[in-house]
Structure formats: structure tokens, C-alpha cells
């Protein structure tokens, strides 16, 4: 940051480009990058929507809260979960 005459603040660093391995599409996650290296902050993301969805499930059949979800909210839970599954193992193992 540099001070101006005025006694104002102005950036003088410019942006940086995106050197990520992958696009900003959620759908390039889904492809190992060509050097084989896994992304492990990918597959802890995914690893960690996963226990998020098992936890939800969980909090359905304990009993403590009294309600519980409906079918349709049961199989999309099921239908998410096994979506990250595969999306594990093709972040780990590339196929």
C-alpha cells in the first residue's frame, strides 16, 4: 500500500493470477491433474461433505430429536453420499 499526497491509502500490488491446478469448475475436480499428483485440499473437501452428510443421517435415526426427515430428503442424502464416495476415489486414484 502506498499513502498518497492526500492522505489516502492505495494498492499498489497488482492481482495475481490463478495458478491453481485446476479451472475454477467444480467439474475439474473430478479429473486427476496430468502431473498425477492427488489434491488433497480436494479430497478433504469432499472427504468432509461426506461426514457431514453421514452426520445428518446419523441425527435421524437417534431418537433424541423427535422428528424425523421424510424419504425424499433420505434417498438425496443417500444419493449425495455416494457422489462423494466416487468422487474420492477419483480424486485418489484418477479413474
Not at 488433497?40 to 452426520?55: F, G, P, S, W, Y
Amino acid at each position: 500500500m502506498a499513502t498518497l499526497d492526500n492522505n489516502t491509502k492505495e494498492e499498489t500490488t497488482t492481482p495475481r493470477p490463478c495458478l491453481d491446478k485446476y479451472s475454477s469448475m467444480p467439474e475439474a475436480y473430478m479429473q486427476m491433474p496430468t502431473n498425477k499428483e492427488i489434491d488433497i485440499d480436494a479430497l478433504n473437501c469432499c472427504l468432509k461433505r461426506a461426514e457431514a452428510v453421514c452426520m445428518m443421517l446419523g441425527s435421524n435415526f437417534n431418537g433424541l430429536s423427535g422428528t424425523t426427515f421424510n424419504d425424499e430428503i433420505l434417498a438425496n442424502a443417500v444419493w449425495a453420499l455416494e457422489g462423494y464416495i466416487n468422487q474420492a476415489h477419483i480424486l485418489a486414484n484418477g479413474n
